[in-house]
């Protein structure tokens, strides 16, 4: 769960603390390497200010520039930002061309930044889906940004994490049957340089925004050991300091990955 005011107050010292408070509450040392974010709410943050749902999505955008900013700033490697999932291709059609023309002038306005900021430029997902034109664009801005060594920005277009898991086994199925594999060699290692995130590390972190909990088809196998944050922020209120909050509650969590740690072996036999 998302920490509400009192717990921050509680486990901080100050109430509404400022950003400068909060970065000094961040262990830089202990930060995740791969932040993953479900950016839910635009629609709703429109509605309630009784603005057509595109205005969600353009004020959402803003989001985006602060939480890349920050993540580089930070030295996070990864950030992955779920921005079109497969199941979005039913919304209604205006609503999906007014998307597709906003990802557009995203990519024409932020490539110079990319560049500035050595960030790469990433996708995952059914690209071949999406308009020609911005399947170029896509291309062009990946190819641009390849030898950018900084943030890697990864954002998940027409992406389902069933789809993703059916295409790498057909994938897998196919070199088993060329005889590059044998059934026996197969592994989790293996299996994974079949998914759309092959050379990416696994999210450590996950954050929905909205007040939604769940996932929704996000990053399934990825996702095994991630740790999960929810908060009731709308996507287009996610700033510098929702973001910060997150950091803050990962880094009081202890991650095990299936394990006991400081457990005395004693203690079961052994």
Same mark, same amino acid.
């Given at each position: 769960?998302?920490?509400?005011?009192?717990?921050?107050?509680?486990?901080?010292?100050?109430?509404?603390?400022?950003?400068?408070?909060?970065?000094?509450?961040?262990?830089?040392?202990?930060?995740?390497?791969?932040?993953?974010?479900?950016?839910?709410?635009?629609? #709703? /943050?429109?509605?309630?200010?009784?603005?057509?749902?595109?205005?969600?999505?353009?004020?959402?955008?803003?989001?985006? #520039?602060?939480?890349?900013?920050?993540? #580089?700033?930070?030295?996070?490697?990864?950030?992955?930002?779920?921005?079109?999932?497969?199941?979005?291709?039913?919304?209604?059609?205006?609503?999906?061309?007014?998307?597709?023309?906003?990802?557009?002038?995203?990519?024409?306005?932020?490539?110079?930044?990319?560049?500035?900021?050595?960030?790469?430029?990433?996708?995952?997902?059914?690209?071949?889906?999406?308009?020609?034109?911005?399947?170029? #664009?896509?291309?062009?801005?990946?190819?641009?940004?390849?030898?950018?060594?900084?943030?890697?920005?990864?954002?998940?277009?027409?992406?389902?994490?069933?789809?993703?898991?059916?295409?790498?086994?057909?994938?897998?199925?196919?070199?088993?049957?060329?005889?590059?594999?044998?059934?026996?060699?197969?592994?989790?290692?293996?299996?994974?340089?079949?998914?759309?995130?092959?050379?990416?590390?696994?999210?450590?972190?996950?954050?929905?925004?909205?007040?939604?909990?769940?996932?929704?088809?996000?990053?399934? /196998?990825?996702?095994?050991?991630?740790?999960?944050?929810?908060?009731?922020?709308? /996507?287009?209120?996610?700033?510098?300091?929702?973001?910060?909050?997150?950091?803050?509650?990962?880094?009081?969590?202890?991650?095990?990955?299936?394990?006991?740690?400081?457990?005395?072996?004693?203690?079961?036999?052994?």
């Amino acid at each position: 769960m998302g920490i509400s005011m009192s717990e921050k107050q509680k486990d901080s010292g100050f109430e509404n603390p400022s950003e400068k408070e909060m970065l000094s509450l961040i262990d830089r040392n202990a930060l995740p390497k791969h932040v993953a974010i479900i950016m839910d709410g635009n629609g #709703r /943050w429109a509605e309630h200010r009784r603005l057509p749902r595109i205005a969600g999505h353009r004020k959402g955008m803003e989001s985006v #520039r602060k939480t890349v900013t920050l993540c #580089r700033e930070l030295g996070i490697k990864v950030l992955t930002l779920y921005a079109f999932s497969k199941e979005n291709w039913g919304r209604p059609k205006n609503e999906v061309n007014a998307l597709m023309r906003l990802l557009e002038v995203y990519l024409q306005k932020e490539i110079a930044t990319m560049m500035k900021n050595n960030i790469r430029f990433t996708i995952i997902g059914d690209t071949e889906l999406l308009p020609h034109r911005i399947q170029q #664009r896509l291309q062009s801005v990946i190819k641009k940004t390849a030898n950018n060594t900084g943030l890697i920005l990864n954002i998940a277009l027409s992406y389902g994490g069933r789809a993703e898991i059916l295409n790498a086994v057909k994938k897998l199925f196919q070199d088993i049957s060329a005889g590059r594999f044998s059934i026996e060699g197969i592994d989790e290692v293996t299996f994974e340089r079949y998914l759309n995130t092959a050379g990416i590390p696994e999210p450590d972190l996950i954050i929905r925004t909205s007040g939604e909990m769940r996932i929704s088809n996000f990053l399934l /196998w990825q996702s095994a050991y991630s740790e999960l944050y929810f908060t009731e922020t709308l /996507w287009p209120d996610f700033k510098r300091k929702a973001m910060l909050a997150a950091l803050i509650e990962y880094q009081k969590r202890e991650r095990r990955f299936g394990l006991i740690k400081n457990k005395d072996r004693s203690d079961y036999g052994l």
